[in-house]
């Protein structure tokens, strides 16, 4: 469908007329995603060397299974969980164990990674899988889920099989599938939506198994209406008994208690997860990795990625392998343009800027986005006009000027009082702050100190 006539039903037609839900608050930054919307998914060829962190995902790194010199195979464990909150890796290549040891990650910090040096085409080495998943228990599909290493892949990267993991005290009635993809650039699950719909809605029909819940809904912004209407068709046709629902565009309308206030009415408490209200979220690309695992007994060494922005020659979404270097999706993609000022891994507005492209891609990179302006260098800061635009922008009702002015002093036990942990960090403070203030720089700052604090009270 052409952009035209997306941006005819956005804007020619009334929220009512369209029943469109979202939530209070939040930005509408500029979209960009036309650059690489209608770029089918391409597999990216597999690069000479992978770099694998032994952390991809929030709770305890792993802790490593082979050493320098083994040869393994594509989809090998390589990297076992250590506890409950923790999930494993595996090879994404088939070939010899170069260096288990410290190399950059994308926040520009040294941390233990597997360097794999592929040898050839792909040996697979397969999961155990069920011979039919509808006969399988939730533990046993759950297993699977645990095995393949399959986190949250729309960005948190919280190891999945604990989310499935359904407490009795905390019963879930309702799934919400996670198809709004808000972050400017960003096009990786609009295609997964459009070329690989079955799928998608498979993988939500097993995970639905898992929970044990009846009522699906899918939330998709309404940039997105062809995926809409495919969606829709494809439901009909496969009997499933799920709920599309068009969401205004919005960011960060894709957070997880932004989509579950829209579609559900429910307010997730402050510290609270979406199971206290009923509800598990996961994202399009997480259940594409379930159907694979539990189907096809694939692990997750590969995800879809959009490689984009006015800063690349030729945007595109890729399949990619867990651990290729983001130069090697830039060239791919013809390489930086001359103007090209800024990457970043991530979106925009999430995302962190890179100063070293030989850093991997992780389960959680759903984008690389090459700018041609680094506004942020560009602007001056001033001091805070107490305007409150950043209070207006907050989806989550803080109050950021304040929290940055805090944490910028050091002033960490009142910005734990003023709820610092519980900011998303989705950044639609700075996005409208006239001063230009790094207000989530300093959130950031803020929180890493109070939960150092906190740890260290704990001893």
Known sequence: ???????????????????????????????????????????????????????????????????????????????????????????????????????????????????????????????????????????????????????????????????????????????????????????????????????????????????????????????????????NERIKACGYDYKVMPMKVKYPQGAEKMLIKAILKRNVPAGGLPGDVGVIVHNVGTAVAVMEAVTEGKPLISRVVAVTGDGLSSPKNLQVRIGTPLKHAISFCGGLKDTAAQVFMGGPMMGFSQFDLSVPMVKATSGVVCTSQVKEFSQVTYPCIRCNSCVSACPVFLLPNRLSRLAEKAIFDEAEDFGILNCIECGSCVYVCPSHIPILQWIRVGKFRVNELKRKAAV
């Not at 597999?43 to 000479?48: K, R, Y």
């Not at 899988?129 to 949250?152: M, S, Y």
């Not at 905390?170 to 919400?176: C, E, S, V, W």
């Open 1 to 231: 469908m052409t952009w035209f006539l997306r941006g005819f039903l956005f804007y020619g037609l009334s929220e009512e007329i369209l029943g469109l839900t979202t939530f209070k608050h939040g930005v509408h930054p500029e979209e960009h995603k036309a650059l690489s919307c209608d770029q089918a998914i391409e597999d990216l060829p597999l690069p000479d060397d992978v770099y694998i962190p032994l952390q991809q995902h929030i709770g305890r790194p792993c802790s490593p299974v082979v050493q320098k010199k083994d040869e393994v195979k594509t989809g090998q464990l390589i990297g076992k969980a250590e506890g409950f909150v923790s999930s494993p890796v595996h090879a994404s290549v088939t070939g010899s164990v170069k260096a288990v040891g410290l190399f950059l990650n994308s926040m520009g910090v040294r941390v233990p990674m597997i360097q794999i040096e592929r040898s050839g085409d792909d040996v697979w080495q397969l999961l155990d899988k069920p011979d039919d998943w509808q006969k399988a228990t939730p533990d046993e599909l759950g297993r699977v889920v645990f095995e393949a290493g399959i986190v949250g892949m729309g960005g948190a990267a919280f190891p999945s099989h604990v989310k499935l993991k359904v407490s009795p005290e905390k019963p879930i009635d309702a799934f919400i599938l996670n198809g709004c993809e808000c972050e400017p650039y960003l096009t990786c699950d609009h295609r997964m939506m459009l070329e690989r719909t079955d799928q998608v809605l498979l993988g939500m029909a097993i995970i639905m198994k898992i929970l044990d819940v009846k009522k699906g809904f899918i939330g998709v912004e309404n940039n997105k209406p062809d995926a809409i209407a495919l969606l």
